[in-house]
């Protein structure tokens, strides 16, 4: 058990759910609840892994990846906003689509080793003692990235004029139309934002922090997680993304348990039966599934802050708006 | 140009604006009949008709919302297209909705901003849109303060925020949809002001409303639609009330109400020193005591927000009662469920009839059995009879005259007064022994509020006791045999239909119960 390096691990692997559920957030607050983000990613990360291996070109990857996942949501945007479907089974339906997708063109890709994006040091501040290591020594382009991502997501909702089209078309359509924002528009670029996101997220795993193509264990429900994270963040990406690297360190901090025999100075129930760690392994899943749950309720949704109008498909002009 | 062509603004006036022919259809709705409308710069123009009759429909294909099958649209003698609401803007109009279209969770400023460049793109420029709406604000007397967030508002101010958000963006035309529905007397003065000053700097307005007395305090010029079809264009100068009323509703309209005498029975339901808290812990009633007797109307009066919708949802079983006894007929019925207030007897007639009262999209027919649908003859076992239902719906359809294209259309397609027919249809279908009422004709058409009345008196010569909570004082002072008024979440006095004048309601509705007392004791000395 060495907290350094369970919080190095907790940055890398959280920088994963930071870029899928920033995406989600992206397009919930937009009003699309798009629960494909596990097809997307997923297709993201294959994409991304078999177009670097083929080009030997991890950049171009890295592209392809992230519009994988993009285009694979304008299917969910075509359906949701167009044809006005429900968004939960479109969701789902994405769900399915992306994991097929990947599954199939991944075939083979299982052993192979394309470039990956690089890791490196940051001078300097690598020296930094504790901070140095955990923060900003060899870890991969994407965390760097993920430190400026977060906050950069946060000024933009917040404090731009399109991040306020954004919020307002989440939170009362009719409201935005009137005032002559496009709002089918806007939602189409959102879930295609979400979607991009998803991808790179996707990529972040295959190319990146835990690099290689393991069939549907590649993303192993981490789309699902940034789904919750989504929920506990009150869809503000700076809490998405501590959220995030929480639930990395969380994940690794349970792997690091089963180590030691002893722990605290007692006999280590997980070093003697592994059985035990399943549990514990369960928990960023139960929790995701505690959040889903909790979430759906109107009332509690309400009081987290949810988007008025997530899930509601825009007509112009209907009645009793 | 010459300055005369131009606003305040400084935006060019938009001197004449005309629809012509104008045909729109929803299925197995006629919505709009070959309209032809026009309003010039420097005037207002009433649009008057019944609920349904299309007014909205037409201002609505005005920006942008709806596209007509058939008619075009004159600005200034040219014709122009209008695909959408930003293309009406860029005409220079601009409308106020029905419902309010504000995002609740933005600040004035903010909500002002929506759909505008920034000065200082991508970033917000809020400052510099909050310097400008107070300046605005000033000029026309308007009471905003552009950082406050809009839920945190009234609806008085939230009506205010709408006409800001359109002055701010010039308003060459500026249509107004029922914007006094949900506002106080007062606020209507207040409102009437700013509209008239606008007209006079040349602004052109169109003012749609079901109340004649602000037709009459407020516009040049009426046009009147029934069905979708114009059946009048006059100068407001050359008409009266029953002749507006007859264009509306094709026959006499009685404007009065006949309320024969009627001695009340026992007491039916009662109220004993009962307080509540809302969600946030603060009080919204605090011991209201109150008696309705059979063959009684008693009218709760108060401007709202002063504990209205917690008294009808105490008593309804959708708010908690913390203190204090609910009684129908001597049983203590206090917090029970609504399923079980209904058993015993209570119908109700929600405030927010779209959200409380009806599933909107679910059938005419299904809305009707929402509380009976469990029982014979609707239900035998867990199978719905369809036969009965269907028979049940056209009969309350027939009986009470509700205007819908059939049994089976969706609820979200009917008009606020059929929506609002139909629930007291369904109440008084289920034979209650006691009802309450709240804003029973709130945008309703006065046809619809002549038969709403009508019916709230017949009921109340057959022994049903009723609680009348409303906001239209002329309402209250019409059917009641006794008003209460709330303030604050309490009962500030109660006086007879005989000493209720508005004077003495306005000081109870403003919290004055000093005053009451006086008037009180006075009135019993005597
Ligand atoms: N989106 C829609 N879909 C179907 N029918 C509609 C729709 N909008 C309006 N209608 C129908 O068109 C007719 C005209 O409705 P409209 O809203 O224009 O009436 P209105 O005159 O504004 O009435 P109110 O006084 O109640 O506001 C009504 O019969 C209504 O049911
Ligand atoms: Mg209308």
Redesign the interface.
């Known amino acids: 058990m060495n907290f350094e390096i369970i919080l190095h691990a907790g940055l890398a692997t959280g920088t994963i759910l930071l870029f899928a559920g920033i995406g989600e957030i992206f397009a919930e607050r937009a009003g699309i609840l798009n629960l494909g983000v596990e097809g997307m990613m997923l297709l993201g990360a294959m994409a991304g892994f078999s177009i670097s291996l083929t080009t030997q070109n991890v950049w171009l990857g890295l592209v392809v990846a992230i519009l994988a996942g993009g285009i694979l949501s304008l299917a969910h945007g075509l359906v949701t906003i167009h044809f006005q479907a429900d968004q939960v089974v479109s969701g789902l339906s994405l769900t399915f689509l992306g994991t097929g997708l990947a599954l199939v063109f991944g075939k083979g890709l299982t052993g192979q080793t394309p470039p990956l994006i690089p890791s490196f040091d940051i001078p300097g501040l690598a020296a930094i003692p504790f901070i140095g290591p955990v923060f900003f020594a060899n870890h991969s382009l994407l965390v760097y990235v993920g430190y400026f991502f977060a906050p950069l997501a946060w000024y933009y909702i917040n404090r731009t004029r399109p991040g306020m089209h954004l919020r307002a078309v989440g939170e009362k359509p009719s409201a935005a139309d009137t005032m002559g924002v496009n709002v089918y528009r806007l939602r189409y670029f959102y879930v295609f934002v979400g979607g991009c996101l998803a991808g790179l997220a996707g990529a972040t795993i295959s190319l990146a922090v835990s690099p290689g193509w393991y069939s549907d264990q590649t993303t192993s429900g981490q789309g699902w997680i940034a789904i919750g994270l989504v929920i506990f963040a009150q869809w503000n990406p700076l809490k998405a993304a501590l959220g995030g690297y929480l639930f990395g360190a969380l994940r690794r901090g349970i792997l690091d348990l089963q180590g030691p025999a002893l722990l605290f100075g007692l006999a280590n129930p997980l070093y003697i039966n592994s059985n035990f760690s399943f549990f514990l392994k369960m928990t960023p899943y139960i929790l995701t599934i505690l959040a889903l749950v909790l979430g759906s309720r109107a009332a509690i949704k309400k009081r987290l802050g949810a988007p008025a109008a997530l899930g509601v498909p825009y007509i112009r002009g209907e009645r009793g708006l | 140009m010459s300055n005369d062509n131009l606003l305040p603004s400084g935006l060019p006036r938009i001197e004449s604006l005309e629809m012509r022919g104008i045909v729109k259809k929803f299925p197995g709705v006629l919505a709009n009949d070959h309209v032809d409308f026009d309003v010039k710069a420097g005037e207002i123009h009433a649009l008057l008709g019944e609920n349904g009759a299309g007014k909205s429909t037409l201002m609505?294909i005005l920006?942008g919302?709806?596209h007509p099958e058939e008619g075009g649209i004159y600005l200034n003698g040219r014709p122009i297209t209008i695909n959408?609401?930003?293309d009406s803007?860029n005409h220079g109009i601009g409308?106020i909705?029905q419902?309010?279209?504000?995002?609740?969770?933005?600040t004035v400023a903010?909500?002002v901003?929506?759909?505008?460049?920034?000065s200082r793109?991508?970033?917000?420029?809020l400052d510099v849109v909050s310097a400008r709406v107070r300046e605005l604000a000033d000029k026309y007397g308007l009471r905003v303060d552009p950082d406050t967030v809009i839920s945190k508002m009234a609806v008085g101010e939230r009506q205010r925020v709408e006409i800001v958000?359109a002055l701010y963006r010039g308003a060459a035309l500026l249509v107004l949809d029922e914007p006094t529905a949900v506002l106080t007397p007062q606020e209507v003065d207040d409102l009437f002001v700013i509209f008239r000053q606008m007209a006079a700097d040349g602004h052109a307005l169109i003012f749609i409303s079901h109340k004649l007395d602000e037709i009459f305090a407020l516009t040049d010029r009426v046009t009147v639609l029934r069905d979708g079809r114009v059946t009048g264009a006059v100068l407001t100068s050359e008409t009266n009330k029953n002749k507006l009323a007859n264009m509306m509703v094709g026959r006499e309209v009685s404007l009065t109400r006949e309320r024969p005498s009627v001695t009340p029975g026992k007491a039916r339901l009662k109220l004993e020193n009962v307080s509540a808290v809302n969600e946030d812990g603060q009080p919204v009633l605090i011991n209201i005591n109150l008696v309705v007797r059979s063959g009684e109307i008693v009218g709760v009066a108060g401007v709202s927000g002063n504990g209205q919708r917690p008294l009808a949802e105490a008593i309804a079983g959708l708010q908690r009662v913390g203190n204090g006894r609910v009684l129908m007929d001597d049983q203590d019925v206090t917090n029970l469920a609504p399923a079980q207030m209904f058993d015993a007897g209570l119908a109700y007639i929600p405030e927010e009839r779209?959200h409380d009262g009806v599933i909107?999209d679910f059938s005419v027919a299904e809305n009707f059995i929402l509380q009976d649908h469990v029982r014979p003859p609707f239900a035998k076992g867990i199978f719905l009879n369809f036969k009965q239902i269907a028979a049940h719906a056209q009969e309350l359809i027939n009986a009470f005259s509700i205007k819908t294209p059939s049994r089976e259309t969706l609820v979200?397609?009917l008009s606020g007064g059929n929506i609002q027919k139909l629930i007291l249809a369904r109440e008084l279908a289920r034979q209650p022994r006691v009802i309450i009422a709240a804003q029973p004709t709130r945008g309703v058409d006065i046809g619809a509020t002549e038969y709403i009345h009508a019916q709230l008196l017949k009921q109340r010569s057959a022994g049903l006791a009723t609680l009348l909570i409303s906001e239209d004082l002329d309402e209250v002072k019409a059917l009641s045999d006794r008003i209460v008024v709330l303030f604050g979440g309490e009962i500030m006095g109660e006086l007879s239909h005989e000493e209720a004048t508005p004077e003495k309601l306005g000081l109870l509705m403003a919290g004055e119960r000093e005053i009451e007392k006086m008037i009180y004791t006075f009135d019993k000395g005597r």
Do not use: I, Q, W
Not at chain 2, 99 to 106: E, K, S
């Open positions: 609505k920006y919302l709806y959408s609401p930003t803007l409308m909705h419902h309010f279209m504000l995002v609740d969770n933005l903010e909500n901003a929506l759909g505008l460049k920034s793109e991508p970033r917000l420029d958000k779209m909107k979200k397609n």
